[in-house]
């Protein structure tokens, strides 16, 4: 990347995802998102992502080859698991790629630095709650997820050329609706 300026930034890490969207076959395609330079932040945004004239988040999607791994994701691999389940019903219809959304990652713009000032990233583990292997409110921020997130944000900024330190990773927990508490 030749231009280090803020948005030069952020239009290379949007390049980057948007070459590795999740519904392309490649195995790193993990990526979806929305990038909006000039746009003002939606009401429904937490206070907490709030970058007013700026909105940059993606999702990292995981699947049954590249997930954080452990005996829980093993089970939606195993017979009669979630991704074998899905398996089953793709073969007889479509064949693409099996995922399950993992994580949101929202990059921070500072109008005063006019540069990404920080990371957030927040987890919630899908595949394992639809699957009934935990509750939503145990889904998370869990240790092994935002571990695995926070290699693939790493990839996304190496990936991108970008010379400067890839900024902090700040964990954020998201609140939870009523119906999700069990």
């Known amino acids: 990347m030749q231009d280090d300026s803020g948005f030069a ?13 999740f519904t ?5 395609a993990l990526f ?4 909006k330079f000039d746009t003002p932040t ?4 937490s206070t907490q992502i709030a970058t007013p004239g700026l909105v940059i988040w993606h ?4 699947t049954p080859e590249d997930n954080p791994g452990g005996e829980l994701y093993a089970r939606l691999n195993a017979t009669g698991g979630l991704w074998d389940r899905l398996r089953q ?15 949101t990652c929202y990059w921070v713009w500072s109008h005063e630095q006019q540069d990404i000032a920080l990371v957030q990233v927040n987890t919630k583990a899908y595949g394992l709650i639809d699957d009934g292997i935990i509750r939503a409110y ?14 693939k944000i790493a990839w996304l900024w190496q990936q991108a050329g970008i010379a400067d330190p890839l900024p902090e990773i700040v964990l954020i927990r998201l609140e939870q609706r009523r119906n999700e508490d069990d």
């Open 9 to 21: 930034k952020l239009q290379a890490l949007v390049d980057v995802f948007a070459r590795n969207y």
């Open 24 to 28: 392309r076959p490649e195995p790193e």
């Open 32 to 35: 979806s998102g929305y990038a």
């Open 42 to 45: 939606p009401a429904s945004y």
């Open 59 to 62: 999702s990292i999607w995981c």
């Open 89 to 103: 019903v793709q073969h007889l219809t479509v064949d693409k790629k099996l995922l399950s959304h993992l994580a």
């Open 138 to 151: 145990q889904a998370q921020n869990r240790a092994e997820d935002v571990a695995w997130a926070k290699q």
